[in-house]
């Protein structure tokens, strides 16, 4: 059951949200620059979002901090209003996604990353405590960032792409 507030916020929102993909994998950078296409992740969130928004940047870059940061800056003073990252969110020595873009938050998302970890529980059972995936607000934007693999930015991407109108008209109020 919907509210009747959230049906008018939603009445009210912005139909015209930017966004911004950016994949984070040394392997996908690597056949980028060898011209070979192996982005599943990258491309779904692409086609996803481009059925209802426009989606004005969509960058693979190596798992490093400092790329990572730059890239989000562009995608900003591009006045991009949601980020989606995919990609370097385990646990492993090369993910470096959450350390980087978790300190930039001014607001965390936290219903984000609590939702996205309960599905997974139901599709993957106790794996699902693997997933750090996590969303907040920096600056003028919202970033979403969920696991490399092609079932969890399916799943990510469900839970919030029919309410990221509502999402960016209460972040620009």
């Known amino acids: 059951m919907i509210s009747e507030t959230v049906e008018e916020h939603r009445k009210n929102s912005s139909e015209n949200i930017s966004c911004g993909v950016i994949t984070l994998s040394d392997t996908k950078y690597r056949d980028l620059q060898n011209n070979e296409k192996t982005d599943t992740s990258g491309e779904y969130l692409f086609t996803e979002l481009k059925k209802n928004y426009e989606v004005s940047d969509y ?57 996205f970890r309960a599905k997974t529980y139901e599709i993957l059972g106790s794996a699902a405590i693997l997933s750090r995936a996590t969303a907040g607000s920096y600056k003028d934007a919202l970033i979403f960032s969920m696991p490399g693999s092609p079932n969890a930015v399916k799943l990510g991407v469900s839970i919030v792409i029919d309410e990221l109108q509502h999402l960016v008209k209460h972040l620009k109020e």
């Open 59 to 115: 960058q693979i870059i190596p798992d490093e901090s400092d790329i990572l940061l730059k890239t989000i800056e562009n995608m900003i003073n591009q006045e991009i209003d949601v980020i989606f990252t995919t990609g370097g969110t385990g646990i492993g020595s090369r993910d470096i996604t959450i350390e980087t873009i978790k300190p930039l938050f001014e607001k965390q998302l936290d219903g984000f990353g609590e939702i």
